[in-house]
């Protein structure tokens, strides 16, 4: 059973920019959530995604956004960066109704 | 406003004490969970608690869920330098999808 993925590891940005980040999902789920995590904090949720489509979405503005393939992978995209949104940012796997995420290593973004 | 807090938010101890780690909220979760965070990782699966006065045991972690299904606390005995990590609880509310998290416990376990 292959565990969830994600692309790249690190990624340096500087403000304005825009970036893309991409997961894998574990092999049998047909979910993927994306959080932001602060250095120092927990894990905020941003949305998530089912049959390709955003299926809940939390405190994000629309520069955040999403993609879901028919192979259950994902990408997160942020357009024009800000220094705030410097973070972890982690993709979780699942299948729908089952409340267990399990986590991706996550992708460090750094904007300058 | 957090809507789980966890506490403390940093727990230094010796090796062979034992701890205890509390994640309370006002709210009602349909379902809570326990991950444990290396740096630069993502967080790992512990445990799921899902009915109310539950009490889940994984070799000397103790998870119990609130008889409201409210809170929930993890307690380590006899802990080891390899319980050192960020310890996050994680709860779902009936019918949503997110999983809302407190802001971690930082463990230390010092030999």
């Known amino acids: 059973e292959t565990g969830v993925t994600q692309s790249p590891t690190h990624l340096i940005k500087t403000r304005g920019q825009q970036v893309t980040l991409r997961c894998s999902s574990q092999s049998g789920h047909n979910t993927v959530s994306w959080y932001q995590q602060a250095l120092g904090q927990g894990p905020q949720f941003i949305f998530q995604?089912?049959?390709?489509?955003?299926?809940g979405r939390g405190n994000f503005p629309p520069r955040f956004s999403g993609l879901q393939f028919p192979n259950y992978s994902s990408e997160l995209n942020v357009n024009a960066l800000e220094l705030d949104d410097s973070a972890l940012y982690l993709c979780?796997?699942?299948?729908?109704?089952?409340?267990?995420?399990?986590f991706g290593p996550g992708t460090r973004l750094t904007v300058l | 406003t957090q809507l789980l807090e966890q506490s403390p938010q940093f727990l230094s101890i010796q090796e062979g004490e034992n701890l205890t780690v509390y994640c309370n909220s006002s709210?009602?979760?349909?379902?809570l969970q326990w991950y444990r965070q290396e740096p630069g990782e993502g967080p790992v699966l512990l445990v799921t608690?899902?009915?109310?006065?539950e009490v889940k045991k994984l070799k000397r972690l103790t998870f119990q869920f609130g008889d409201a299904r409210k809170d929930s606390s993890l307690h380590i005995t006899a802990a080891q330098t390899g319980d050192t990590g960020l310890y996050l609880c994680a709860g779902v509310r009936k019918g949503a999808q997110k999983l809302v998290f407190g802001q971690g416990t930082r463990l230390t376990i010092n030999p």
């Open positions: 608690v899902v009915t109310g006065g």
């Open positions: 995604y089912y049959r390709e489509e955003e299926n």
């Open positions: 709210s009602v979760f349909s379902s």
């Open positions: 979780a796997s699942s299948f729908v109704g089952i409340d267990e995420q399990f």
